[in-house]
T-cell receptor
Framework: GENVEQHPSTLSVQEGDSAVIKCTYS??????FPWYKQELGKGPQLIID?????GEKKDQRIAVTLNKTAKHFSLHITETQPEDSAVYFC?????????????FGKGTKLSVKP | GAVVSQHPSWVICKSGTSVKIECRSL??????MFWYRQFPKQSLMLMAT?????????EQGVEKDKFLINHASLTLSTLTVTSAHPEDSSFYIC????????????FGEGSWLTVV
């Protein structure tokens, strides 16, 4: 089955700096890659997603890149702010979101220091 | 605003009792919902796929008789933890696909279960 590896497990940056989180997946059939932000005691919040027919997607300070050949995708947060501090999870889905479940990475705890 | 809602947000129950957690899709129909379990400082682990009008599909190692799932309508799935034990204490989260193409997955707010 699908396996998703996520690095780093913890990341500390200074406010205003950029943060990059990387994930790799094992099954080349995966075609949907969302990123979630989870604050303590809350459910995951979808922040951005990308599908296998797109190489890059951007939404304000957040961007995601996908390299299908290498089977890895990355989350880029620019101009980080203290409120970006949270645990971020990447995920991969084999059949697209409507029919397949999500396989999650282990998460990255991001700390943004003011 | 939230597109998937869970209730209750937190619940404490005694060992041996059963507790039900509800997951509702707001303003959209979900023929499929997913139930996850998350331990502190760990990732989300898929427990089962809830299918409207049919039996749920359980992941390997998840006891279907202990974690009863019912998806009786297109907007509601329930997870019942039967004969709860302290080791069942966890954060339970549901999700459902929606979006313009019906293939973006949103999560509920989660439900904290503590078994004492």
């Amino acid at each position: 089955g699908e396996n998703v590896e996520q690095h780093p497990s913890t990341l500390s940056v200074q406010e205003g700096d950029s943060a990059v989180i990387k994930c790799t997946y094992s099954d080349s059939a995966s075609n949907y890659f969302p990123w979630y932000k989870q604050e303590l005691g809350k459910g995951p919040q979808l922040i951005i997603d990308i599908r296998s027919n797109v190489g890059e997607k951007k939404d304000q300070r957040i961007a995601v890149t996908l390299n299908k050949t290498a089977k890895h995708f990355s989350l880029h947060i620019t101009e980080t702010q203290p409120e970006d501090s949270a645990v971020y999870f990447c995920a991969a889905s084999l059949y697209g979101g409507s029919q397949g479940n999500l396989i999650f990475g282990k998460g990255t705890k991001l700390s943004v220091k003011p | 605003g939230a597109v998937v809602s869970q209730h209750p947000s937190w619940v404490i129950c005694k060992s041996g009792t059963s507790v039900k957690i509800e997951c509702r899709s707001l303003d959209f129909q979900a023929t499929t919902m997913f139930w996850y379990r998350q331990f502190p400082k760990q990732s989300l682990m898929l427990m089962a796929t809830s299918n409207e009008g049919s039996k749920a599909t359980y992941e390997q190692g998840v006891e279907k008789d202990k974690f009863l799932i019912n998806h009786a309508s297109l907007t509601l799935s329930t997870l019942t933890v039967t004969s709860a034990h302290p080791e069942d204490s966890s954060f339970y989260i549901c999700s459902a696909p929606t979006g313009t193409k019906g293939d973006t997955i949103y999560f509920g707010e989660g439900s904290w279960l503590t078994v004492v």
